[in-house]
T-cell receptor, first 115, second 113 residues
Framework: EAGVTQFPSHSVIEKGQTVTLRCDPI?????LYWYRRVMGKEIKFLLH????????ESGMPNNRFLAERTGGTYSTLKVQPAELEDSGVYFC?????????????FGPGTRLLVL | AQSVTQLGSHVSVSEGALVLLRCNYS??????LFWYVQYPNQGLQLLLK??????LVKGINGFEAEFKKSETSFHLTKPSAHMSDAAEYFC???????????FGQGTELSVKP
């Protein structure tokens, strides 16, 4: 079974540009999460999809961030326009509930550097 | 609101020595607690989780953690460190089995030969 994959692994862009991150969850996982780790800080929750619906987007920092999960499969996170403080590692995780248990499986992350 | 504090951003032990990584949590409801590990250039991997079934939780790679409600702690231990244990370790809490995880700051574990 393939794990959570993220693309690209690294991205270097200039302030003001647009970047789109992609996450492919484990097949059959309805839940998809985005997290971010800014350098030197803790990993912070951004948002949670259940299938194609946004269940919780309380962690989205501002309206420059747009997450989509059309069709309930892969998800994209777009940052437009990017600012310096958006630099960090963006993690995606997916999960499904099985026998009352649920574990989030994480991807390797996308390292974003905004110059 | 829930929060997690990991004491010590860096911990160094000798190979074969006890590993103790500290985690304290704050939660207004019975929490679900997790330890994840991140090896270089990889994603986070679940080591173990507490879901109220048993206070002593055994995980992968010889790690275990004990939930102590009176101390609001969930410290991670391993009796004998191995070089391959060098990684960053994250403690996390959530209100439910599903839903967002609240992470601590992470602890970088170094293992000296």
């Amino acid at each position: 079974e393939a794990g959570v994959t993220q693309f690209p692994s690294h991205s270097v862009i200039e302030k003001g540009q647009t970047v789109t991150l992609r996450c492919d969850p484990i097949s059959g996982h309805d839940n998809l999460y985005w997290y971010r780790r800014v350098m030197g800080k803790e990993i912070k929750f951004l948002l949670h999809f259940v299938k194609e619906s946004k269940q919780d987007e309380s962690g989205m920092p501002n309206n420059r961030f747009l997450a989509e999960r059309t069709g309930g499969t892969y998800s994209t996170l777009k940052v437009q326009p990017a600012e310096l403080e958006d630099s960090g590692v963006y993690f995606c995780a997916s999960s499904r509930r099985l026998a009352g248990q649920e574990t989030q499986y994480f991807g390797p992350g996308t390292r974003l550097l905004v110059l | 609101a829930q929060s997690v504090t990991q004491l010590g951003s860096h911990v160094s032990v000798s190979e074969g020595a006890l590993v103790l990584l500290r985690c304290n949590y704050s939660s207004s409801v019975p929490p679900y607690l997790f330890w994840y590990v991140q090896y270089p250039n990889q994603g986070l991997q679940l080591l173990l989780k507490y879901t109220s079934a048993a206070t002593l939780v055994k995980g992968i790679n010889g790690f275990e953690a004990e939930f102590k409600k009176s101390e609001t702690s969930f410290h991670l231990t391993k009796p004998s460190a191995h070089m391959s244990d060098a990684a960053e370790y994250f403690c996390a809490v959530s209100k439910n089995q599903g839903g967002k995880l609240i992470f601590g700051q992470g602890t970088e574990l170094s293992v000296k030969p």
